[in-house]
């Protein structure tokens, strides 16, 4: 069996990679790449199959994205090759912004409309495939947000919008006052992070049948590195697995532990290594069958199920 390669999110066209690519990473190394440096890690990652790129504003105290453009400019392909993905709202305090006093949230239309214009600049594009809103915002006022979107996909800025980290609620709510649907929720859910599968958020995503993204997908590196006594037990429990379908990095085995969940998840990568993003890739042919996929949650729960 292998998964399928790529995701729709509308009906307007727009699909994913069935894996992304983050790169929120991207500048965290002392020695920062350079145009050349980006443009070689985005051509390999789309030879992968791996064509869709996740960014905020944020990333890299707001240099990511300016970086990734750059690298953008000199890899020689085709727009319509790739989809970018960034989400806006939240605002650090930050010598890149000094007019922010304290971390906060910015739903309003001009600091929306403001970012989008911001992030095309940087990725040299003339398009966002989806934006997302960050975090839920409490003082957003859903009738103006709502607007703002509807605003920036009418002008052609962006394809299709989504939230990340929303409640069910939260995303209802903005979802309400939208003419067309929020396409998905980017929510953090791994092997050592099961809660989506009993908070409500995985169920909201089948009923109202759109593809949530998933951010930290390895547990922000602990599944490796980790010294607890839960990921002591998964990755056991992971290389348990991998034996019994002929070897496997246990990175694969954790991502298609995702990849099987109905509601059609789609792992958000952070490594930059095109080693460790090719072994991950080879999740797309694993497929766990059921009493594997309940050993890796008892693993991470340290119970069976009731």
């Known amino acids: 069996m292998s998964y399928e390669k790529r995701i729709a999110l509308n009906a307007r066209g727009l699909t994913l990679s069935r894996l992304v690519l983050g790169a929120w990473r991207l500048l965290n190394e002392p020695e920062k790449p350079d145009a050349g440096g980006v443009a070689r890690l985005i051509a390999a990652a789309i030879d992968l199959g791996m064509t869709s790129f ?31 993905v960034t989400k806006c709202d939240i605002m650090l305090k930050s010598d890149a912004r000094p007019d922010n006093r304290i971390k906060h949230y910015d739903t309003s239309a001009a600091h929306i409309k403001a970012s989008v214009d911001r992030s095309l600049t940087n990725l040299h594009t003339d398009y966002i495939d989806l ?36 409640s069910p609620s939260q995303f209802d709510l903005l979802a309400s006052r939208l003419p067309f649907p929020l396409v998905t929720n980017q929510i953090e ?16 995503a089948q009923r109202l049948r759109y593809v949530p993204m998933i951010w930290s997908p390895l547990g922000g590196g602990s599944l490796f590195t980790g010294d607890g006594v839960q990921e002591q037990r998964v990755r056991e429990a992971l ?46 042919d694993i497929e766990l069958d059921r009493q594997q996929w309940f050993a890796i949650l008892k693993a991470s729960t340290g119970h069976d199920v009731a």
């Open 54 to 84: 996740d960014h905020a504003d944020i990333y890299g105290n707001y240099g990511v994205e300016e970086a990734f453009g750059a690298g953008l400019k000199r890899w020689a392909g085709k727009r319509e090759a790739f989809e970018l």
């Open 131 to 166: 934006l997302l809103i960050h975090r839920p915002d409490p003082l957003m006022y859903a009738d103006a947000t709502a607007a703002a979107l509807e605003a920036i996909v009418k002008a052609g800025k962006v394809r299709a919008v989504g939230v990340s980290n929303f």
């Open 189 to 204: 859910m791994s092997v050592l992070n099961t809660m989506p599968l009993s908070d409500g958020g995985l169920d909201h």
């Open 239 to 284: 290389n348990a697995v991998a034996d019994e379908i002929g070897g496997a990095d246990i990175s694969a085995i954790a991502i298609a532990w995702l990849l099987r969940h109905p509601a059609r998840l789609i792992p958000v990568l952070g490594s930059l290594k095109v080693e460790r993003l090719t072994a991950m890739r080879s999740a797309l």
